[in-house]
T-cell receptor, first 111, second 114 residues
Framework: SQTIHQWPATLVQPVGSPLSLECTVE??????LYWYRQAAGRGLQLLFY??????ISSEVPQNLSASRPQDRQFILSSKKLLLSDSGFYLC??????????FGPGTRLTVT | DQQVKQNSPSLSVQEGRISILNCDYT??????FLWYKKYPAEGPTFLIS?????DKNEDGRFTVFLNKSAKHLSLHIVPSQPGDSAVYFC?????????????FGAGTQVVVTP
């Protein structure tokens, strides 16, 4: 069966510090991978998606970037965090066009 | 540009009764719809889907109805149970969307009371 992991579960970082969140998927090959953010009291905003190694598409301009160094690894990064980057970050995977399966999420607080 | 809207931010329902959650969309190209359930501090879990070739899909206590002409879908939970208390998101994507990109609504908080 497929499993998706995210870490860390929670993170408190000062403004201006770098960020690296990691997501890995097990039990499937060549999945689509996604990064979402849920701000407090808001819905899910798609940040990035990837259909293959090294292929990243950005949905909204922002202070974040994503990379996919391996087939089942997806990384969300920032060089300098802003206060507005605080939120709940979710990684998800899917087979082409079907429902997406989400990881447990990372709660990021930028102070 | 919010293409998927859940206009009720919250819903309170008595245990054993029916919960009806609504979702409206504006993009006529959307043809595949999902419902997710989310507990606090956890990732959303997939509940049920429906494609535009159907107007109803049922899975246990969960039924999704699609009204394409009205661009409206709803999720019925019968009977509601305390464990159904969560935030529910609807999501939609279009036929041309080979990347599996979904637009999500803002969510509806359901509280099931004893």
């Amino acid at each position: 069966s497929q499993t998706i992991h995210q870490w860390p579960a929670t993170l408190v970082q000062p403004v201006g510090s770098p960020l690296s969140l990691e997501c890995t998927v097990e039990g499937t090959s060549n999945p689509n991978l996604y990064w979402y953010r849920q701000a407090a009291g808001r819905g899910l905003q798609l940040l990035f998606y990837s259909v293959g190694i090294g292929q990243i598409s950005s949905e909204v301009p922002q202070n974040l970037s994503a990379s996919r160094p391996q087939d089942r690894q997806f990384i969300l990064s920032s060089k300098k965090l802003l206060l507005s980057d605080s939120g709940f970050y979710l990684c998800a995977w899917s087979v082409r066009g079907t429902e997406q399966y989400f990881g447990p999420g990372t709660r990021l607080t930028v102070t | 540009d919010q293409q998927v809207k859940q206009n009720s931010p919250s819903l309170s329902v008595q245990e054993g009764r029916i919960s009806i959650l609504n979702c409206d969309y504006t993009n006529s190209m959307f043809d595949y719809f999902l419902w997710y359930k989310k507990y606090p501090a956890e990732g959303p879990t997939f509940l049920i889907s429906i494609s535009s070739i159907k107007d109803k899909n049922e899975d246990g206590r969960f039924t999704v109805f699609l009204n394409k002409s009205a661009k409206h879908l709803s999720l019925h939970i019968v009977p509601s149970q305390p464990g159904d208390s969560a935030v529910y998101f609807c999501a939609a994507s279009g036929r041309e969307n080979s990347w599996g990109k979904f637009q999500f609504g803002a969510g509806t908080q359901v509280v099931v009371t004893p």
